[in-house]
């Protein structure tokens, strides 16, 4: 919300939070918005994907302070990472939940490196993708979405969850969704919304177009993109990347930045 206000304040988002008038006037001198915004404008990227070393991720399962997600994305962007989720815990497991959190530091920290290699063995690959299936939502809301699909449509559905998934082509109109952990193997467009609502975690997207997206609104976050004509196409439409990358023939490498796209391509 603070970024989508931002774009027509006469200030950028480092002055906002490099100065007083900004940290007042804009955050009305909020510690908690500050120290957000201020990080938020961090590009970790490729701090991120340099961590070769085998890596364990703690996180609280409701922490509303740095969001599992945030985790989540960290583990799928770090080569060699594995994310254990403290239950019934917040930001702060080692208060709230000591001995779950000292158990799974003790399993790791006295573990072989026989048992860490095990540990940390990535999945065999997919089979070849050929599925024939096709998902359809028209005025739903909750549907959930998992394993292989020709294509999906969505047409004023809510509350859309597809995850885990391997998508040849998605289509959402006035729909709100959210899409994690999965691939959309386009041809031509991968994933075209309009008058959409669309937040994505980690997974690919590709297509010559890979994103098409008219009067929408996306919220990416560890995604990879990679369009042969544009990764992204945007009409009237707002996006926020984190640490996501992205390739085409306008742009090569990490995104993470607010865009609010007229009418152009990535």
Same mark, same amino acid.
């Not at 799974?104 to 072989?112: D, F, M």
């Given at each position: 919300?603070?970024?989508?206000?931002?774009?027509?304040?006469?200030?950028?988002? $480092?002055?906002?939070?490099?100065?007083?008038?900004?940290?007042?006037?804009?955050?009305?001198?909020?510690?908690?918005?500050?120290?957000?915004?201020?990080?938020?404008?961090?590009?970790?990227?490729?701090?991120?994907?340099?961590?070769?070393?085998? $890596?364990?991720?703690?996180?609280?399962?409701?922490?509303?302070?740095?969001?599992?997600? $945030?985790?989540?994305?960290?583990?799928?962007?770090?080569?060699?990472?594995?994310?254990?989720?403290?239950?019934?815990?917040?930001?702060?497991?080692?208060?709230?939940?000591?001995?779950?959190?000292?158990?799974?530091?003790?399993?790791?920290?006295?573990?072989?490196?026989?048992?860490?290699?095990?540990?940390?063995?990535?999945?065999?690959?997919?089979?070849?993708?050929?599925?024939?299936?096709?998902?359809?939502?028209? #005025?739903?809301?909750?549907?959930?979405?998992?394993?292989?699909?020709?294509?999906?449509?969505?047409?004023?559905?809510?509350?859309?969850?597809?995850?885990?998934?391997?998508?040849?082509?998605?289509?959402?109109?006035?729909?709100?969704?959210?899409?994690?952990? $999965?691939?959309?193997? #386009?041809?031509?467009?991968?994933?075209?919304?309009?008058?959409?609502?669309?937040?994505?975690?980690?997974?690919?997207?590709?297509?010559?177009?890979?994103?098409?997206?008219?009067?929408?609104?996306?919220?990416?976050?560890?995604?990879?993109?990679?369009?042969?004509?544009?990764?992204?196409?945007?009409?009237?439409?707002?996006?926020?990347?984190?640490?996501?990358?992205?390739?085409?023939?306008?742009?090569?490498?990490?995104?993470?930045?607010?865009?609010?796209?007229?009418?152009?391509?990535?």
């Amino acid at each position: 919300m603070i970024l989508e206000h931002a774009e027509w304040l006469p200030i950028s988002l $480092t002055e906002i939070v490099d100065t007083a008038l900004g940290r007042d006037r804009v955050l009305q001198g909020g510690p908690e918005k500050i120290a957000a915004l201020g990080l938020a404008g961090e590009d970790f990227s490729h701090a991120i994907a340099s961590v070769t070393e085998p $890596t364990l991720i703690i996180w609280g399962d409701h922490d509303l302070v740095v969001p599992l997600r $945030t985790g989540k994305v960290l583990a799928a962007n770090m080569p060699h990472a594995r994310l254990e989720i403290i239950s019934d815990s917040g930001h702060e497991p080692m208060l709230e939940q000591a001995n779950q959190l000292n158990a799974l530091l003790r399993k790791y920290l006295l573990a072989s490196d026989d048992v860490l290699a095990e540990y940390y063995r990535q999945a065999p690959p997919l089979p070849a993708f050929a599925s024939e299936r096709v998902g359809r939502c028209s #005025g739903e809301s909750g549907m959930v979405f998992k394993g292989d699909y020709r294509a999906i449509e969505l047409r004023d559905c809510s509350n859309i969850t597809i995850r885990d998934a391997r998508v040849g082509q998605l289509s959402a109109i006035n729909s709100r969704l959210e899409i994690i952990d $999965t691939d959309i193997l #386009g041809k031509n467009v991968g994933l075209l919304a309009d008058d959409s609502d669309v937040t994505i975690t980690n997974g690919e997207i590709s297509g010559v177009i890979a994103i098409n997206a008219v009067h929408s609104r996306f919220d990416l976050a560890g995604v990879r993109l990679k369009g042969t004509e544009a990764a992204v196409k945007g009409v009237d439409s707002k996006f926020i990347f984190s640490v996501s990358k992205v390739s085409s023939q306008h742009t090569d490498g990490f995104l993470h930045t607010y865009k609010s796209m007229v009418d152009e391509e990535l």
